[in-house]
Structure formats: structure tokens, C-alpha cells
């Protein structure tokens, strides 16, 4: 199967941000009278939204209103510091470089804030690589709702059925945003997924390295 439609997700399967997003997470915390959270329980929560992100990381001890408080002190913090630690995986520019030629669409979805995401694309030099992004203030519907397919990626790219997209990412959800949406999907496992967890929903393909996807992009590795 070649596939015409690629949909990818940032953190953990494009570039390494984990390092950024747990510090601004941790000075949010402290600013606010919180214990910080550990790497490994930002870890445990990158991929869903912020918002999901702090409840879990506040043990869902925390009103609506304090929930606004934290994600409105977090992107304060996150957005001018958080891209300076941010870095592409090897092999990412070339591969999002190589698209076009073989005639595949690209479209990137992120939980990010627009302001964050792009500064971070523009510093990366990868914005011009993506037919459509998605920030968190673009998607109606978020992972792992099929309607963040159906009704938020699939309107703008009509002549491109669902059996000729593939979903890449390297948590649960991008798994089981796909499975839900009837897509293919290619897990990265070299990102920040729980690997025992990600490989019992039984992935269509699994890739060490995101130059791996090159090959199955193109139909030549079947999963």
C-alpha cells in the first residue's frame, strides 16, 4: 500500500521536546504552589492535551477555574523558553523534504498553543513542509477522537481516501486515534509512548527511526 496522506504528531515522533516541556511544567507548578511534577510523570502525559496533561499531573485535584489558571501560566512560560531546547530527529528535514515528490500530503497535528508551534516550526525551518497544521486552537476534536479526522483533516484533502493515510506517532493515543478514525498507523517507538502499552494495540508498523518511514510511506514494507 502507498500511502498519499501522512498526519503526523510533534512531540516524541518529530523532534525531542520533553526536556523543555517538563521544566516550564515544573515552574508552572512551583509558581503556583504545586509540587513539581518528575520528568517521568511529564513523560507518562506528553501527547494528550494540556489541559488532560494537568489534571493528571495535579491527581485531578484541581477546580475548572484553577485549571485555566495553570494552562494560561504555562504557555506564559512555555512559549518564549520551551523551543530553545527543542531539536528534529536525524532524518526528519529530508524525509518531510522528500513528500512532495512522491505526491504525499503532509499534515501536522499538535496539542501546542498556535503562537508556540509556530515559533518552533519557524525556528526548525519545517513550516513550509506541512499542507495543513493543526494547533490546539485549530482542531475542534482532539486525540483520540475520529472526528479530529473526519471532520477536522479529511474535508481538506478530498481526493485522498482514509485506506490511503497513515497516522505517525509515538504514544497510546496516536495509536488509538487512528484505530478509531479506520487509519493506518506507524508507531515510533524511539519517542515518549509507553513501548508494553503501545505495542498491545497492535500498531500497523513500528519504526526505530523516523528514516524508516521513507520505505513505508512509499509501499515498499508491509507491517
Known amino acids: 500500500m502507498k500511502y498519499r496522506l501522512a498526519i503526523f504528531d510533534f512531540d516524541g515522533t518529530l523532534a525531542s521536546s520533553l526536556d523543555g516541556i517538563s521544566a ?5 507548578f512551583i509558581k503556583l504552589g504545586y509540587r513539581p511534577p518528575s520528568l517521568e510523570e511529564v513523560k507518562a502525559t506528553v501527547g494528550l ?21 495553570f494552562v494560561k501560566i504555562y504557555r506564559e512560560i512555555h ?30 497535528v499538535s496539542n501546542k ?16 513542509f506541512f499542507d495543513l497544521m493543526l494547533s490546539a486552537e485549530e482542531a475542534k476534536y482532539t486525540k483520540p477522537s475520529p472526528e ?11 481526493k485522498i481516501p482514509g485506506s490511503e493515510t497513515l497516522v505517525i506517532g509515538d504514544a497510546e493515543i496516536d495509536i ?25 494495540l497492535r500498531p500497523d508498523f513500528e519504526i526505530g527511526q523516523i528514516v524508516e518511514l521513507r520505505e513505508i510511506l512509499r509501499g515498499g514494507r508491509r507491517g
Open 24 to 28: 516550564c511544567m515544573a515552574e508552572t
Open 49 to 69: 492535551t494540556l489541559e488532560d496533561s494537568l489534571r493528571i499531573l495535579t491527581k485531578r485535584k484541581i477546580s475548572d477555574a484553577d485549571l485555566a489558571v
Open 79 to 108: 512559549d518564549p523558553k520551551a523551543g530553545a531546547g527543542v531539536r528534529l530527529f536525524d532524518g526528519v528535514v529530508r524525509l518531510l523534504e522528500e513528500l512532495p515528490s512522491h505526491g504525499i500530503g503532509s499534515v501536522l
Open 113 to 128: 498553543g498556535r503562537k508556540a508551534l509556530e515559533q518552533l516550526l519557524e525556528r526548525l525551518k519545517i513550516w513550509p
Open 148 to 158: 479530529l479526522y473526519s471532520r477536522d483533516i479529511a474535508p481538506h484533502f478530498p
Open 176 to 200: 488509538r486515534f487512528a484505530k478509531a478514525a479506520g487509519l493506518a498507523c506507524c508507531w515510533a517507538n524511539y519517542g515518549y509512548g509507553d513501548a508494553a502499552k503501545c505495542r498491545a
